[in-house]
């Protein structure tokens, strides 16, 4: 039971759950393994009206009164399954679509927007560059002013669903001498010559989601593609970013669950010296810690949302929230792996995808010491 869900949220969950245990679960390894982009699951998700849960009906959207709470619970949910396949919709239904909605024109919405909440269109958000991660004052990608728009050019780095998008909304600096303020959003479209995909970056975890390194290489961007003013970009992926820290929460809940529900299993079945492992303490004292540490990472993230979805300031709890949740999960993740002792570590056994994809939410979206740092200057320190 969680007391933050009513009636309606809880049927959700129960409708997204069957959707996860009979569509996403069992095909979860073989996109592990093929690393493949699963765009057939994404478009049937698509088709389900989930990528509109943080968008009013008249662009395909749901019009929910707490879509916070809800994006939380499907991006949790679909982490139980395949954490790669979430982070591809967490960041597709979030940061890469809501600057469109938020700043974007009503040509652009219903250019961009509307198709991507029927799932036809791919999305993403590219602020990192090489040299630019924890540090986003440090990008270079310059957006020069040109007749009629812009042209960008520079490099990004590690940008999800980057290889697959149609459409990226991209941070640049408009005026290298005033740093963050001189940082403007664009929408540009991969179609546009200069755009190319440089690589797919090969990594340890959430496979099936792609990290590219792109080239923008003098792309022109038309003036109603700048997404908000030409000062306040960087101010806007902050505001976009603060949310998703939420949502990266829920994606490292939802892998601790399934670590903890995979490892409880375990216990049950594995036999040692003549009884199942879980009679053994200290399995059970594991087991126990992975609950209390799951029902406090949980908690504290449902909290955050439904502040988040009261309109009240999320600046430190969505911060705290992936501290807690994504340092948490990967804990879990890592008793998970020692109850199951050497099947752990084999790749037939679901809880080493778990383990490696735990590091990404404390990785992605700021690392957590980042975070840290964020709150310690929310706090005046
Ligand atoms: C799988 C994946 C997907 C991603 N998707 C996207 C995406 O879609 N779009 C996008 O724009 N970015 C994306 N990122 C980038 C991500 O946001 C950055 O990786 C992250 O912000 C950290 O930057 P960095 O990797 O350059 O690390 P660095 O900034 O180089 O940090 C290295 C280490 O130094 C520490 N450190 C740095 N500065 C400080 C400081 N001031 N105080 C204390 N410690 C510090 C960090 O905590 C870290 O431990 C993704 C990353 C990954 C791994």
Redesign the pocket.
């Known amino acids: 039971m969680n007391l933050y869900f009513d009636e309606d949220l809880e049927q959700f969950q129960h409708n997204l759950a069957r959707w996860v245990d009979e569509r996403l679960a069992p095909q979860a390894e073989a996109l592990d393994q093929s690393k493949e982009f699963p765009r057939a699951l994404f478009k049937e998700l698509g088709e389900l009206g989930y990528y509109g849960i943080m968008y009013p009906e008249q662009y395909g959207g749901l019009g929910l009164a707490k879509p916070y709470l809800y994006y939380t619970v499907l991006c949790e949910e679909l982490a139980r399954g395949s954490m790669g396949f979430a982070a591809i919709v967490g ?1 597709h239904g979030s940061a890469a679509t809501y600057a469109v909605h938020t700043w974007g024109s009503e040509a652009l919405r219903q250019r961009y927007l509307v198709p991507a909440l029927k799932g036809d269109m791919v999305a ?5 560059e090489p040299d630019a ?3 986003a004052s440090a990008i270079r990608t310059r957006a020069q002013k040109v007749e009629g728009g812009y042209r960008l050019t520079g490099n ?1 780095v ?5 290889c697959n998008a149609d459409f990226i909304t991209v941070a640049a600096s408009t005026d290298p001498q005033k740093r963050l303020k001189g940082v403007a959003l664009f929408l540009v479209d991969t179609k546009t010559p200069g755009f190319t995909v440089a690589r797919r970056l090969d ?1 340890l ?2 496979h099936c ?1 792609d ?1 590219a390194e792109l080239v923008f290489d003098e792309v022109f961007v038309p003036d109603e593609c700048r997404l908000g003013s030409e000062e306040g970009g960087f101010l806007n992926a902050f505001k976009s970013l603060t949310v998703d820290r939420i949502f990266t929460a829920a994606l490292a809940i939802g892998t601790g669950r399934a670590a903890y529900d995979a490892a409880l299993k375990y216990a049950k079945e594995r036999q040692q010296f003549g009884q199942p492992i879980g009679k053994f303490q200290a399995v059970q004292f594991k087991l126990v810690d992975m609950l209390a540490e799951l029902e406090q990472c949980r908690l504290y993230t449902y909290h955050a949302a439904t502040l988040a979805d009261r309109g009240q300031p999320i600046i430190i709890e969505a911060a705290l929230a992936k501290i807690i949740a994504a340092d948490g999960c990967n804990e879990i993740c890592q008793k998970a792996l020692n109850i199951f002792g050497g099947y752990g570590l084999m790749n037939e056994y679901p809880v080493q995808r778990y383990l490696r994809d735990s590091y ?1 939410p404390m ?5 957590s ?2 975070m840290r ?1 964020l709150v310690a200057r929310q706090l005046g320190i």
């Open positions: 960041m993403a958000f590219a602020i990192t991660g924890s540090d990004k590690f940008i999800s669903n980057g990594k975890t959430t989601s990290a990404f990785i992605g979206g700021g690392t010491d980042i740092m």
